[in-house]
């Protein structure tokens, strides 16, 4: 007769927990409670999450490969700094992303994708109007990661989430410029507008524009240029 394994956490749990900790802890980050080249303060996360150090250990693991953070041999752990040469791979792999989900998500999107999207789409409208660029901010995420959704791939959604978490961190850190809040709900629109009557090419095309824009945006407030030619992203630092 078969011993019986002893009890633990079901694999579903100890997956959700995991989840749940890195979304955690990647939030923090990304918000800018810890700060560029700041030591991940591991007990205090501990007691914030209530997990032990191993779980807790494991998240870093992941956010690491996520580029949020810097495993450091016997040192622990400390948030990845934002360079504008890494941004602009950043930028430069999500322009490929971009054109692969907007062809996708053209023809794979359902009913219940479009209506959550104009949902956010109206948020964003709310938000852009009410000059609130931390809400603005997390709903521009969110809006770019439902797409991606419904593109309905698992492998290339899980990737481009990584990338738009830095992207989101970037926001985050720097001031917003309202004209270009303002420019950016314009080519949600034009996003909208191409998925509504599902026009694949021009979904890509758009999507691959405002991810340009973004890049240039963004690491202008940083005193890089970024060039967006078919394929080519570079930095240019002052």
């Not at 890195?22 to 080249?37: K, P």
Request: one cysteine or more; proline letters at 4%.
């Amino acid at each position: 007769m078969m011993e019986q394994q002893a009890s633990g956490p079901a694999d579903g749990q100890v997956e959700s927990l995991h989840a749940r900790l890195v979304a955690g802890i990647r939030d923090i980050i990304v918000r800018g409670e810890l700060a560029d080249g700041a030591k991940v303060p591991e007990t205090a996360l501990c007691q914030r999450f209530a997990v032990s150090r191993t779980p807790l250990r494991e998240a870093l693991k992941a956010l690491a490969n996520e580029g949020l953070v810097t495993l450091l041999p016997n040192r622990g752990a400390v948030v990845a700094p934002l360079e504008p040469p890494v941004l602009a791979e950043v930028f430069e792999a999500k322009e490929a992303l971009e054109r692969f989900i907007g062809l996708a998500a053209a023809e794979r999107a359902d009913d219940a994708d479009l209506t959550a999207l104009e949902a956010i789409h109206a948020d964003l409208c709310t938000a852009a109007n009410a000059q609130d660029t931390v809400a603005y901010t997390d709903l521009n995420a969110a809006f770019h990661n439902r797409i991606a959704a419904a593109a309905r791939n698992g492998q290339v959604q899980q990737i481009y989430a990584s990338l738009q978490s830095q992207v989101c961190r970037a926001r985050h850190a720097i001031n917003h410029n309202p004209e270009r809040i303002a420019a950016s709900l314009a080519e949600h629109e034009g996003i909208m507008a191409a998925l509504r009557v599902r026009a694949r090419f021009d979904l890509a095309d758009r999507l691959s524009q405002h991810n340009a824009a973004t890049a240039r945006a963004i690491l202008g407030q940083f005193g890089a240029d970024y060039t967006n030619d078919i394929g080519q992203g570079t930095t240019r630092l002052p």
